[in-house]
């Protein structure tokens, strides 16, 4: 399954104005929302709050990717922002993350949730892709972005 599958163009947010990770988390979820019926906002932002507790998602390189479980859902759902300021989230490598897929799957789903979390860390763990990302003007040349490197 591609990114972009699950990635509505709705789900794109090009600069998220959070200033701390809570705050990413609030509006991730709220980017996510735009574009998902049917989830609870508090139920979500629990279920990534409490991932957050066990280790940050901040993977490094400037990437974050916060995610959870879900019983209420049937499939993947996914949002991404981008902060150019950079937020401190935690990450590895200690330094602030800018670009944020947020990812929420069924909570009996095992393999394809990690199969997802794996496809978006090897796409931004390409330098240019990132750039790219950093760089672009809107949110739909972002979501372009993440479609044309998904058909390479």
């Known amino acids: 399954m591609n990114i972009v599958d699950l990635l509505n163009p709705a789900s794109v947010e090009a600069e998220i104005k959070s200033v701390t990770k809570d705050d990413v988390l609030v509006e991730m979820t709220d980017v996510l929302l735009r574009s998902v019926a049917g989830l609870e906002r508090d139920q979500v932002l629990e279920v990534l709050q409490e991932r957050e507790h066990l280790g940050s998602t901040g993977i490094g390189e400037g990437v974050a ?18 902060s150019k300021q950079g937020v401190d989230f935690d990450s590895m490598d200690g330094k602030p993350a800018h670009l944020f897929f947020l990812l929420l799957a069924p909570e009996d789903s095992i393999s394809i949730h990690l199969k997802t979390l794996a496809r978006i860390s090897k796409l931004l763990k390409d330098e240019n892709v990132r750039a790219q990302l950093m760089n672009a003007a809107t949110s739909e040349e972002i979501y372009q972005i993440i479609r044309n490197k998904e058909a390479a």
């Open 65 to 82: 990717i916060p995610h959870g479980k879900l019983k209420n859902i049937d499939q993947l759902v996914l949002s991404f922002g981008r």
